[in-house]
């Protein structure tokens, strides 16, 4: 390569890297991951058909709460949405639907393993709640939320720090 | 009779009554300046007395930049926090209403920037924010704020100017807020959208052309 | 002519004493520029006739004191944080009472009941926080009627927060076929953004 294909080839490569830059605000820096939860004591199949079952971890950790106990659980949608560095983002968890959303967005790193996130809870399109949570790995906010069919809802959000892995 | 005169259900007035808009001198008493200085010193009660001053002003101008009564609540409570945290910066011989329109339209800014980065997003942020939609009855409203005569027909006009409103861009739109609703100069208003006085004028005519046209169309179409 | 900082201040009669006379005698035979200024002042007749210049927010004494609150725990938070993140520097914060950051946990914690107390659920357990509980999040519901309160959960380790006061959920709600599907979390390389110029 001679002196001027490399002066070339410089420059194309720093137009790719000017075109390349994105707004830092777009930076992954988590995962959001909300559960809607219907516990009940009384008949689950209230619920309708399409509703999954819930592991035994999360069955275990929401009845050892006296709040949260039921005698049964089952999940009725999720969502996974990146947290962006300064962007908000929003989860549908029981999508299309929009009875139930959720709008976050990153606030501050608190320690190295604790972040402050705004976190919204809109139930049929009002606002219900708007809470400052500060999230830590494996340990979610848990939502009691509104009746339905004889059973409450409980909304889980997650935050998984970092970007999430590569799947390929 | 023009547009104005058949919509405007009071006697037009002359001229802007006198004060801050028409003399571009700052109407805040002196106690405000005192209760600068204390809370500069951190006196939380001095600063209380200032929000309680200025949050009404905050609020109206921050609801008619955005679509939703909650979030105009959260971003206005924004403003005061923030403008804690910057008071150690605050020059006293500045008009402290001014800078505080600064740091709201920042806190305005800031919110509008961080919406979804995705396209598909906007559909359910525009269903979600707009106003009209949510239920009168649930959400905190501040209806019981509003004077007599907003009371009568012209909640309905009312109604009317503020969805004309939101079809402006946001620099026209808080052009036009700042000047005509919250009364600011032409030089405090430059110096709250830190921009020139010439460009404030360019957006003030073109928001009232706009505007103009808009109401005239929703006139018309009674 | 006047120039034009000159005009737009005459437009909206911020113009006095001798400017104003100069050019209000040039504007005399300038029938758009009168008609301007005439529409500016119809304008802001008509907005300031149906929009407040000024209007409390909702709950304006929970404006206020949510207001001391939250700055009061951000400087709280920030020498806790300065603890965490610095070397030597953090020796010194040590110093601060304890007392002090309890008192204030306590504060915070009672700051966080944010429905006016003439919508306050009834009081139950999950009110009575320990002093020594750490700051807990806060806690904004618009919506009248409805409480939050907040707990750290050691049995679940989680936090939880109980809304009382909401409406149910219509019977009628179905979940949706396709509410269980996961979906890529990348965002989309192509999306734009739309960057407004200040």
Redesign the interface.
Known sequence: MNRRQAISALALLGAGIASGQT?P??DVIGTVTVVVYYGTNGDPAAAGPRTKEVAEEVTERLARDERLKYDHYLELGRDMIPL?R?????A?PVKPS?EV?LRF?AQSQISKELMRMDVEL?IG???IL?TDAAMAPDKPLLVLGPEWRGGRLIISVDLEPGKPKSTD | M?I??R????K?????ESGS????KPVEGPEDDVLVLRAKAGD?KA??EL??RH???I??MI??MVK???D???L??EV??KA??ALPRFEVKARFTTWLYRIAHNAV?DF????????G?DE??D??LNRD???PA?????SE???P??ALA?DE??EK??SALAKLS??HREA?VL?????L??KEIAEVM??S??T??SR??YA?QK??SLLKDEYDAR | MPD??ML??WV???L?GESATTVNAWAASQPEWLA?RE??????????????????????DF??S???R???R?AAVAPAAATATKGVGAFWRFFLPATAVAGMALCFWAGTRVVPASHAAPQGPLVNIPVSAPLGPYL?T???GVTAAYYNSATANAEVIVLDGLAAISDSFEVPETAAVEEDPA??AT??????S?
């Open positions: 707004d605000g777009r962006y300064t962007y908000e983002n929003w549908k929009q959303l967005e809109w399109l009002k606002k708007k | 023009n104005f005169q919509l405007a259900s009071k037009l007035l002359g001229p802007a808009a028409a003399t571009g939380m600063y209380d929000v309680t949050r009404g002003r609020y109206a609801r008619n939703n009564e909650t105009a609540w959260d206005s409570q005061f926090i804690w945290q800014y509008s920037r961080r919406r979804r980065p995705e396209g997003g359910l942020n269903e979600l939609r949510i239920d649930a959400v905190s409203t501040p704020a509003r004077s005569d907003e012209g006009l009312r100017i503020e946001p620099e036009v000047k005509d609703v919250q009364g100069a032409y830190d921009c006085i010439g404030v004028m003030l005519f009232r505007l103009q | 034009e900082e737009a201040l909206e009669d911020e006095t301007r529409e500016a002042r119809q304008m802001k007749t008509l907005l300031r006739t149906h929009l407040p210049v000024s209007e409390d927010p909702p709950y304006a404006f206020n949510r207001i001391s939250e700055i009061a951000e904004y618009p919506e009248k965002p989309s999306a734009d953004i739309e960057t407004p200040r």
